[in-house]
């Protein structure tokens, strides 16, 4: 499969959009782009200092950047930051030049993948199935309008899921 437009890899923190973009990256050649990586390194600090630094809007303003600089350039695969369709414009530069896929996931099985991990600033002091529920709640409209494909993560397996995701791309480039 060639990949000339981005798939952007959108979803709920820890629904698996590392893992499958990386993934998705290996089966096509396709280069891999992984934003909070990318932007953890451009800034030379954790997203946890940043916002702890320069608060969230700096974050989503360096985040917001990095999408348009993506839509220019074509070709990859991206793992988005679980926040990265909360402004329309992203969305917006997103859909130009990709297709964008949502990776849906339950609250349960969010809370069992995240729940040591400390470098979600959203999530620390908020580690617990209410709290992602009611985020994922609140955001489940914004992700629904943003994907050209939802794909359900449940208990699948990784390649199935990776297939399921080609399959989408193919149809919808
Ligand atoms: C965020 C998700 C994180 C990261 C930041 C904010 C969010 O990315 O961008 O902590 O608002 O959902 P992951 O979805 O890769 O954890």
Known sequence: MVVNRNIFLIGFMGCGKSTIA?????????????????IEA?????????FEQYGEKHFRDLESQLVSRIA???????????????RAENVAEMRKNGIVVY????????????????????LNGNMNVE????????RLPRYMAAADVTVVVDD????????EVC???VDKR
């Not at 709290?131 to 609140?138: F, R």
Request: aromatic share 4%.
């Open 22 to 38: 990386r993934l998705l990256s290996e089966q096509t050649g396709a280069k891999l782009i992984e934003m909070d990586e990318t």
């Open 42 to 50: 451009e800034a030379g600090m954790s997203i946890n200092q940043m």
């Open 72 to 86: 220019e350039e074509g070709g990859a695969v991206v793992s988005c930051g679980g926040g990265a369709i909360l």
């Open 103 to 122: 990776l849906s996931e339950t609250p349960e099985t969010i809370y069992q993948r995240v729940r040591y991990s400390t470098n979600r600033p959203l």
């Open 131 to 138: 709290y992602i529920t009611s985020l994922m709640e609140q």
């Open 156 to 163: 699948k397996e990784k390649m199935e899921i990776v297939k």
């Open 167 to 169: 399959t989408q791309f």
